[in-house]
T-cell receptor, first 114, second 115 residues
Framework: DAGITQSPRYKITETGRQVTLMCHQT?????MFWYRQDLGHGLRLIYY???????DKGEVPDGYVVSRSKTENFPLTLESATRSQTSVYFC?????????????FGNGTRLTVT | AQTVTQSQPEMSVQEAETVTLSCTYD???????LFWYKQPPSRQMILVIR??????QNATENRFSVNFQKAAKSFSLKISDSQLGDAAMYFC????????????FGKGTKLSVKP
């Protein structure tokens, strides 16, 4: 089925561990994004990508790493997880950078860092 | 800097009644787009409605409509004939046309629907 999928849906990890959240889209959208959602903050942009091999920082990039070797995949890695990174993470893609082209979201990953 | 403000953290409405969710924004762009997204307890983010700043006519999608006041930088969402399934978190978002291509989101309004 066409769409954007995230895995895992839930993840519990310990402080200091590395964890990778996966994101895969089947639309061949150029633009992809990682957001984190926290109560009282809405959605904040972590990283974005305009195309394969082109990535850049968003509003809250510290502690995160991304890569995009293929158009359809955009994994997010927490190099050394901290409790402040406990959050719900959303991957999204977009056909066009501008206009009324909406963001299409995955179903999110709830990450708990203990 | 572009900002989006949702001043109502929580709202409540009786089933079949009408409710309006507020959103104000700030941008220096003359052309931009605004969106409302719905997030039910399933966590899924669902596009509800979108509006182009250059269009005078307010967007409508079935029971959902917006009141877009460009001069006041206001973009409120009206839900008519509220249903139990409308209970969700609602996010207002701005496309500022920047190089990132991302949307800037408000903090959300949690809507409860009473039977």
């Amino acid at each position: 089925d066409a769409g954007i999928t995230q895995s895992p849906r839930y993840k519990i990890t310990e402080t200091g561990r590395q964890v990778t959240l996966m994101c895969h889209q089947t639309w061949s959208h150029s633009y992809m994004f990682w957001y984190r959602q926290d109560l009282g903050h809405g959605l904040r942009l972590i990283y974005y990508s305009a195309a394969a091999d082109i990535t850049d920082k968003g509003e809250v990039p510290d502690g995160y790493v991304v890569s995009r070797s293929k158009t359809e995949n955009f994994p997010l890695t927490l190099e050394s997880a901290t409790r402040s990174q406990t959050s719900v993470y959303f991957c999204a893609s977009r056909y066009l950078r501008e206009g009324d082209s909406p963001l299409h979201f995955g179903n999110g990953t709830r990450l708990t860092v203990t | 800097a572009q900002t989006v403000t949702q001043s109502q953290p929580e709202m409540s409405v009786q089933e079949a009644e009408t409710v309006t969710l507020s959103c104000t924004y700030d941008t220096s762009e003359s052309d931009y787009y605004l969106f409302w997204y719905k997030q039910p307890p399933s966590r899924q983010m669902i596009l509800v409605i979108r509006q182009e700043a250059y269009k005078q006519q307010n967007a409508t999608e079935n029971r959902f409509s917006v009141n877009f006041q460009k001069a006041a930088k206001s973009f409120s969402l009206k839900i008519s004939d509220s249903q139990l399934g409308d209970a969700a978190m609602y996010f207002c978002a701005l496309n500022n046309g920047g190089s990132q291509g991302n949307l800037i989101f408000g903090k959300g309004t949690k809507l409860s629907v009473k039977p």
